[in-house]
Structures are given as structure tokens and as C-alpha cells.
């Protein structure tokens, strides 16, 4: 961040800039608010009408200067697996990010309730409204800044002036006013235009925190989905495993009624059994209470909402995953160019409060009417009108101009603190979400493995229990290891899906590639 102390340029009539100062905003305001003595209040209201703006021009912050995200460089492919979703991945460096990302898993009921979500969500529909609202107040600051103000007014009074007679009587009369009265405030300290910088930087951070909330709304959907998938495929197999569990506890029973088994192996299996009906009520509740969030996601009531089933299978894991470069995550990412709105808006803080401290300047300008009869009204005789000029200089105000400037100072200190914060969390968000993409495709790969030993165990005591070499017992026990090696693999395979959600999550989303705004009347 680079600060510019302001002067003025007579010949070209704009703000330009010193050399720079440093990082330090105090130097600049302190600087450009020094006190006005009477012998340059001349000079200083002419360099002022040439119009300047005082406090420091803001700069958008640099990039950080950095090749890649974590300590070690973005492999270019990630591992591959056997089987179902298994296929390598290509980080893509440079690759530019589409703006329907969620398109790229194939999947037609995903893309409907992202639709959905998109046209119901009250979230998304409360950050619409308070970017309009910004909207309409920038126009008022500018309005005000840029124009006269012109007001219209009539008065009717009647008035008696004590002391006076009239035939003997108090002297009474009518007066009818009607008036057209211009005012204009000459910024010539820049005040109102670092006012209008301020709201314009207000309508800028509500812009992107309307894209924020469209990134994570579509994220949170796509994330869902697939949880939802996940979660009833865990359903399912833990039900597997279940009535696998219950077969061996009533063989071990039976068993142990003709002598062969003790009472402790019979204890042993229903305790196995009650181990693994514990773990579905866990998952049937965190399936319901996902659904309910997707309801929620869609604008709607968990009662009322009408949702799909997902199924991993029927998604498709992109094989291809764009990976913007780190010198411009900071101009993709919604947050990161929020929190560099508020650091504008707390810049121009400065100049208001520096503009507080210089001359203000005011014209006045009034025509109209005045008669004791409304008849009277318009005509040339009852002609009023004035013209003048406020000039006004604080002087002692018990130290509130130069503590407020002191507390708009304090206030970029605060936004320049979160801004920096905003791009270090980000950083870790992508080094996190890459480091997990290559990691989980190298479990993926082990669980898959792990997948098909089981699965050659259970053929293999299959094949031994045909021949009498084995019991049904060791069967059953090889089938339940199997499907527990299925409840990981689908887990596995969902982080796959999930980690690719949270890559498009932390890059930005692609909202830049959108042809029409989002408080448009078209919406998308």
C-alpha cells in the first residue's frame, strides 16, 4: 500500500500526488491538515477551488508476491484409483474458472436446485437489497455533492407591530412570502468528494458481498448434494452390515443350543450386533437434518421442499480442475475484494475528516415575492431576492476535529489489519483445499485397495466353506469386513467430490465470467 500526500496542480485543475510518503497514512493526513494561519488563508482557499481533495488517494493493495500456495509447489496431477471415481485429476495452473462450475459433475438434479436455490434464497435475496440500498445512497451523497439544492417555498403570516396604530388601532397586517431559494457548498476541501469516494466504496463492498453470498450458496448446495449422497450410501451399507451381523449372532445362537459354542460367544456377537445398530441412528439423523439444510439452501420449508435422492454414481468427478495463479486470487476472491472496499471506504475516512478542518464555503442565492395582499403577489413591485456566501473556519471545537481525524486514522489501521488477514486466510483456505485434493486421492487409492483385498477374502472363504475348510462363521465375518471396507470407500470417494467443491469455493467461483449483474432483473 502506497500513500500519496494530495496537492494541487493550477494548471491541470486535479488532484496528482507528491512522491510517496510510505505505508503510513499518519504522515499523509498529518501533512495534509496542517493548521491554517490567516496569512495563507488566501492561498489555500485558491489551491482549494482548483480542486483538490485532502487526505491520501487510495491505492488498491499490491498482490502478494508469492509463486505458488503452500510450502511445496501444485502437483499437476493427483493420483489415481481403481474403480468407480478413481480416475487422476490435472490441476490446471492459469486455467480460468467457469461461471456454473457445478455443471461440471453432470448431474441435471444438481443444477436444478442450485436454480432453485439461486431464485429463493432469502440470504441471497437480503444481500440484492442492501446492494440496492448502497446504490441509492451513493446517489444521494453524489446528488448532494455534485449539485445545488434548490427549494420552493410560500409563507402566510399575519403580523401586528406593538406600538403601532392604524385609525386608532393596532397596527395588523397580512404578509404573503413565496420564494425560490438556491444554496451550493463548494467543496473546496475535498470533503464532499472523498464522501462520495466513501459511498462509492460502500456500493463496491456490498457488491462483493452479494457475490460472497452467491459463492456460498451454490457451494453450500453442491457440498450438500453430495452429502447427501454419502450419507445414504452409509445408510445403506451399515444396514448391509447389520443383517450380516444379525445372520452370525443367530448361527452363533444356534450353536451354542446344540453344545458346539459357549454363552460367551453368544454374548460376544449381540454385543457386535448392538455396536452396529448404535451407529444408524447417528447416521439417519445427520441424513434427515442434510436435507433439512438443502430445503433451507432452496428458500423453502423442510416440510414443503421436493428433493432428489442423490447417488455418487450418477455424478461425474471433473477430471480437469482449473487452479487460478496466487497474484490473482486476491482480485477472484468475493471477501478479499470486500475487505479491500472497506479499506477504501476507511481511506476516504481520512479525507472527510481531514476536509473537517479546513474552510467551508457556501453560496446562497434567493428570488421570490413578497406582498401584504395575496393579489399582490408576483407582481414587480413585491420583487425580493439576495445573493451571498458563507465562509466559515473552525476554530476551537475542544479537540473533536483533530480526535475524529485521529479516529479515522485508527479505523484504516483496523481495515488495513482485517484486509491483510482476509488475503493470509484465503492462501491457507487454497494451500489447504490443493493439499487435500492430492492427499484424499491417495486415500482413495489405499481404501481402494483396501476394497478389493476384502472382497478377494470373502471369495476366498466362499470358496473354502464349499469344500468344508472353513466355517459359515469365518464367511459371514469376511463378509462383514467387506462391507465396512464399502462404507469407507464411498466416504472416500465423496472427499473427492467435496474437495473439488471447496477448490471452485476458495478460487472465487468464477463470478467474473457473468455477462449480466446479479441485482439485474435477469439474476443470473
Known amino acids: 500500500m502506497i500513500w500519496r500526500y ?95 462450475w457445478w455443471s461440471l459433475f453432470h448431474s441435471k438434479e444438481l443444477d436444478g436446485l442450485v436454480q432453485q436455490g439461486l431464485a429463493g434464497s432469502p440470504t441471497l435475496g437480503a444481500a440484492v437489497a442492501a446492494l440496492q440500498a448502497a446504490n441509492e445512497n451513493y446517489s444521494a451523497v453524489a446528488g448532494t455533492a455534485y449539485f445545488p439544492q434548490l427549494d420552493a417555498s410560500f409563507e402566510a403570516r399575519r403580523q401586528k407591530i406593538t406600538g403601532a396604530t392604524f385609525g386608532g388601532r393596532a397596527f395588523t397586517f397580512n404578509l404573503f412570502t413565496a420564494s425560490l431559494a438556491l444554496s451550493y457548498d463548494l467543496d473546496v476541501a475535498g470533503g464532499q468528494s472523498r464522501e462520495v469516494e466513501a459511498a462509492g466504496a460502500e456500493v463496491e463492498y456490498e457488491r462483493f458481498q452479494l457475490e460472497a453470498a452467491y459463492l456460498s450458496l451454490t457451494s453450500n448446495i453442491a457440498a450438500v448434494a453430495i452429502q447427501d449422497a454419502s450419507l445414504r450410501a452409509s445408510v445403506a451399507a451399515t444396514n448391509d452390515i447389520l443383517k450380516t451381523e444379525q445372520e452370525q449372532l443367530d448361527i452363533v445362537q444356534r450353536r451354542f443350543e446344540l453344545g458346539a459354542l459357549t454363552q460367551a460367544d453368544v454374548l460376544a456377537q449381540r454385543t457386535r450386533v448392538s455396536q452396529t445398530r448404535v451407529l444408524l441412528p447417528p447416521l439417519e439423523k445427520a441424513l434427515a437434518q442434510n436435507r433439512h439444510l438443502l430445503a433451507i439452501l432452496l428458500g423453502k420449508l423442510p416440510s414443503e421442499a421436493t428433493l432428489p435422492e442423490f447417488d455418487l454414481a450418477k455424478l461425474k468427478l471433473p477430471e480437469e480442475l482449473p487452479v487460478s495463479l496466487p497474484s490473482v486470487l486476491a482480485k477472484q476472491r468475493p471477501d478479499i475484494r470486500a475487505a479491500q472496499a472497506l479499506l477504501h471506504q476507511a481511506c476516504a475516512g481520512v479525507g472527510v475528516a481531514t476536509a473537517d478542518l479546513y474552510p467551508r464555503i457556501t453560496l446562497t442565492g434567493e428570488v421570490g415575492s413578497q406582498a401584504s395582499l395575496l393579489d399582490d403577489l408576483f407582481k414587480s413591485a413585491s420583487l425580493i431576492w439576495g445573493i451571498g456566501a458563507d465562509v466559515l473556519q473552525p476554530i476551537f471545537h475542544g479537540g473533536e476535529l483533530r480526535a475524529r481525524r485521529r479516529a479515522a486514522i485508527a479505523t484504516f489501521n483496523v481495515a488495513s489489519a482485517r484486509y491483510r488477514n482476509t488475503v493470509l486466510h484465503a492462501f491457507q483456505e487454497v494451500a ?20 478389493t483385498d476384502a472382497r478377494n477374502s470373502l ?66
Open 6 to 100: 494530495p496537492r494541487c496542480d493550477r494548471n491541470r485543475r486535479k488532484v496528482c500526488s507528491d512522491p510517496p510518503l510510505g505505508n503510513s497514512v499518519r504522515n499523509a493526513v498529518r501533512n495534509a491538515s496542517a493548521p491554517v494561519t490567516v496569512p495563507k488563508l488566501a492561498g489555500l482557499l485558491l489551491a482549494l477551488l482548483s480542486g483538490c481533495a485532502t487526505g491520501p488517494d487510495f491505492q488498491a493493495p499490491e498482490a502478494p508476491r508469492t509463486k505458488q500456495y503452500g510450502h511445496e509447489p501444485t502437483p499437476r496431477s493427483t493420483a489415481s484409483a481403481a474403480g468407480e471415481h478413481g480416475e487422476a485429476q490435472q490441476l490446471l495452473a492459469g486455467r480460468d474458472i467457469p461461471l456454473e
Open 432 to 451: 489447504d483445499v490443493l493439499h487435500a485434493i492430492e492427499s484424499d486421492a491417495s486415500a482413495l487409492d489405499a481404501q481402494a485397495q483396501a476394497a
Open 459 to 524: 471369495q476366498l472363504a466362499q470358496e473354502q466353506l464349499r469344500v468344508g475348510a472353513v466355517s459359515y462363521l469365518t464367511l459371514l465375518d469376511a463378509q462383514r469386513q467387506y462391507e465396512q471396507t464399502q462404507v469407507a470407500l464411498v466416504q472416500a470417494r465423496a472427499a473427492r467430490f467435496l474437495d473439488t467443491v471447496a477448490l471452485f469455493q476458495a478460487l472465487g467461483g468464477g463470478w467474473w465470467n457473468r455477462v449480466h449483474p446479479l441485482d439485474s432483473t435477469d439474476g443470473n
